[in-house]
């Protein structure tokens, strides 16, 4: 596969950091490339549990730590309200840019996590709410399907804002966003 990425004209290879993700890949949970042994408190049965690469590529590795993240967002982060997932992507050839430009990438993701918190509050305040806040998780993944370099954003937002008060904060709901709301979301974020 490497090999074929940088034949033909025009070819440019594959980046370095895909380069390792992909070699750590091949070695991933095996065992002559080293382990732990174990032995199981109920049943004393030793146990040879092989190291994983931890490469973001390595569906395993990653299924892994999504299901971690997701224990410790649901158990000590988040606050109960209802949640939506909205989904960012780019134009190609700012997804191109992005890939390989850190600080571009922070700007653009940032930009588009302050414009869903502008709106929620304005929202909120249509509705007679004020003194809102509201926040997001947001979640940069950098490849799409096949495995292809594709930077986009995965975001989950609350439905709705939290206001300050004498104890903790309370939630209110806003509603779903409308198509308009999504198109003024995307417009302003372009901005």
């Known amino acids: 596969f490497l090999d074929r990425a940088e034949e033909g004209p025009g070819a ?3 980046p370095r950091f895909v380069q390792r993700q992909l070699r750590a890949l091949i070695d991933c949970g095996d065992p002559t490339h080293g382990f732990i042994r174990l032995v199981c408190s109920t ?3 030793p146990r040879a549990v092989p190291f994983s690469c931890k490469a973001r590529l390595c569906s395993s590795c990653a299924g892994r730590r999504m299901s971690e993240h ?17 989904v960012l992507t780019l134009p190609w050839e700012l997804a191109r840019a992005v890939a390989y430009d850190a600080a571009l990438c922070s700007g653009v993701f940032a930009a588009f996590a302050a414009e869903l918190r502008s709106w929620a509050r304005s929202r909120a305040e249509s509705q007679g709410v004020t003194g809102s806040d509201t926040g997001c998780v947001l979640e940069i993944q950098r490849f799409a399907d096949a495995g292809r370099l594709y930077p986009h954003a995965h975001v989950l937002a609350p439905d709705g804002v939290f206001v300050p008060a004498a104890d903790r904060a309370r939630f209110h709901g806003i509603g779903p966003p409308t198509l308009d709301d999504i198109k003024a979301i995307v417009t302003a974020t372009e901005s």
């Open 43 to 45: 049943c004393r049965e």
């Open 12 to 14: 440019r290879g594959v």
């Open 70 to 86: 997701a224990a410790h967002l649901v158990d000590r982060v988040l606050p109960l309200a209802p949640y939506r997932q909205w």
